[in-house]
Each structure stands twice: as structure tokens, then as C-alpha cells.
């Protein structure tokens, strides 16, 4: 498969714990996003990265939140002190940047629940 | 069928039927625009994009109709088969070919009936 890849696809965690998910995106594509979904609503963008440069956070980023893309490769979203609010859907997407445009394809998401 | 977006969010089609779903955008600087298919528990499932340069593109069973003036989107699916029922997204970007984020509309629920 070589779409975009993210694990774990399921977490449960107590409030408080910090948690760690990973994304690889579709290889070769230079730019990688991430995204929050909650029930019945659509993806609110996070953060984007170019290469290992990440260009843009959404307010929705608090300090509790941290993405890095050290190689400009795969990515990492941490959530310290994690809170019930976080319980979502996050998504990766990634996309390459040339004259045939700028799809953004998504990964399946990685689900958490803070308990 | 035919939904109006974000004030019907659920549409109920007969197989074999037509279905038109609707989106107004918010941003008139918006130059792409890309539908999305969400099954349950899956991310978001590229269907089809436009530039704001078009008004109508066509893909397998799909078409998506960009009115600029009044800044809205629809896209149409032929024949409609069950395999077609999931949440359906618009979403807005700016600057094609520059990334940036993505903005989605809320969404319309496809259901159809056998």
C-alpha cells in the first residue's frame, strides 16, 4: 500500500498521559498535514510542514500539542497532559508541490479517546 | 436528490438515481476546490478537484460545477449506487499549487436506498 500510512489507527488513554502518533506519508510527496475530526464535523486543520519546515499551526495547536518532521520524511504529533477535549480523529495528509497541483490525499486516521 | 449542503446535511436517494450535493464557500480568494468521500471510520477519500479557472469537471460518475459569483460548488453523481453512501466533503484552498490548509464545509450524509 502505498498511500498515506498512520499508527496506531486506535488509542485509549488516561487523562493527564502523553501520546504519540506517527504518520508516513505517500513517498516522495514534500508537504504533510495534519488534522483534527470530531463526530459530525469535517477535518479542522492542525499544521502543514514542507520538507522538514513546518510553515503554518492553527490556533487549535496549543502548547500541549507538538509536530515535527525531522527528515522531512514521516511525522510525528505528540499531545502532552492529554484532556477529554482532545478525544478526535487525526489525520495526516501530504501532498507534492509541481504544476499538476496540490492534492491532498489523508491517511485513515489515528482515533483517540481519553478516558 | 438534491441536498443544500449545510441546511439539509443528510440526503436520501433512490439507487440509480442522480444525486447533486451541494457547498457555499466561504472565501472568494479561493482558486481550488476538492470534494471528499468519508466513509465510517475512514479518512477522507479524494474524489474530485477543480480550479477556480473551470467552472465544470468531470470524472468517473462525478462532475463538479463551480459557480464563482455566487461562490458555490455541487457535485453530481450518476447513477447513484449503494457503494456511494458515505459523508461527503467540500473543501477550499488558497493559493493552488502553494499548500496551505484546507477548509471543509460541514458535510453532507449520502444514504442510498436499494
Known amino acids: 500500500d502505498t498511500g498515506v500510512s498512520q499508527n496506531p489507527r486506535h488509542k485509549i488513554t488516561k487523562r493527564g498521559q502523553n501520546v504519540t502518533f506517527r504518520c508516513d506519508p505517500i513517498s516522495e510527496h514534500n508537504r504533510l498535514y495534519w488534522y483534527r475530526q470530531t463526530l459530525g464535523q469535517g477535518p479542522e486543520f492542525l499544521t502543514y510542514f514542507q520538507n522538514e519546515a513546518q510553515l503554518e499551526k492553527s490556533r487549535l495547536l496549543s502548547d500541549r500539542f507538538s509536530a515535527e518532521r525531522p527528515k522531512g520524511s514521516f511525522s510525528t504529533l505528540e499531545i502532552q497532559r492529554t484532556e477529554q477535549g482532545d478525544s478526535a480523529m487525526y489525520l495526516c495528509?501530504?501532498?507534492?508541490?509541481?504544476?499538476?497541483?496540490?492534492?491532498?490525499?489523508f491517511g485513515e486516521g489515528s482515533w483517540l479517546t481519553v478516558v | 436528490g438534491e441536498s443544500v449542503g449545510l441546511h439539509l446535511p443528510t440526503l436520501s436517494v433512490q439507487e440509480g438515481d442522480n444525486s447533486i450535493i451541494n457547498c457555499a464557500y466561504s472565501?472568494?480568494?479561493?482558486?481550488?476546490f476538492i470534494w471528499y468521500k468519508q466513509e465510517s471510520g475512514k479518512g477522507p477519500q479524494f474524489i474530485i478537484d477543480?480550479?477556480?479557472?473551470?467552472d465544470k469537471r468531470q470524472g468517473q460518475r462525478v462532475t463538479v460545477l463551480l459557480n464563482k459569483t455566487v461562490k458555490h460548488l455541487s457535485l453530481q453523481i450518476a447513477a447513484t449506487q449503494p457503494g456511494d453512501s458515505a459523508v461527503y466533503f467540500c473543501a477550499e484552498n488558497i493559493y493552488y499549487n502553494q499548500g496551505g490548509k484546507l477548509i471543509f464545509g460541514q458535510g453532507t450524509e449520502l444514504s442510498v436506498k436499494p
Open positions: 472565501n472568494s480568494a479561493s482558486d481550488y
Open positions: 477543480i480550479r477556480s479557472n473551470m
Open positions: 495528509a501530504s501532498s507534492l508541490d509541481g504544476d499538476s497541483g496540490n492534492t491532498i490525499y
